[in-house]
Nanobody
Framework: VQLQASGGGLVQAGGSLRLSCALLDGRTLSWYAMGWFRQAPGKEREFVAA????????SYADSVKGRFSISRDDAKNTVALQLNSLKPEDTAVYYCAADRAILTAVLHTNSNDYDYWGQGTLVTVSS
């Protein structure tokens, strides 16, 4: 499974970015529960957001609730993460991840539950 994350960049505090994760190898995104994680310099990777196969269920880390939004477009084989009201503490490399899920309502907040990872895209928020 080949995932490619994009959309990162440098933005001022209060600004917005839209990250995208594409499934590239011809597989069908609808088979996968998807998630976004991030890793700041010197810190462990942490959960950001997740979405179920069906798209009906989502979950967010408390630190991003109300500011970030995860969505999926299975027709385009992509998952997006909209980042609004960005803060300097949101600076990190953002990774998308996929898990081949049997149940459409399943989503994962633990990185150990994901089998496939993209290469990461850097988000830098200046104060």
């Amino acid at each position: 499974v080949q995932l490619q994350a994009s959309g990162g960049g440098l933005v001022q505090a209060g600004g917005s970015l839209r990250l995208s994760c594409a499934l590239l190898d011809g597989r069908t995104l609808s088979w996968y529960a998807m998630g976004w994680f991030r890793q700041a310099p010197g810190k462990e990777r942490e959960f950001v957001a997740a979405i179920s196969r069906s798209g009906r269920y989502t979950s967010y880390a408390d630190s991003v609730k109300g500011r970030f939004s995860i969505s999926r477009d299975d027709a385009k084989n992509t998952v997006a993460l909209q980042l609004n009201s960005l803060k300097p503490e949101d600076t990190a490399v953002y990774y998308c991840a996929a898990d081949r899920a049997i149940l459409t309502a399943v989503l994962h907040t633990n990185s150990n539950d994901y089998d496939y990872w993209g290469q990461g895209t850097l988000v830098t928020v200046s104060s």
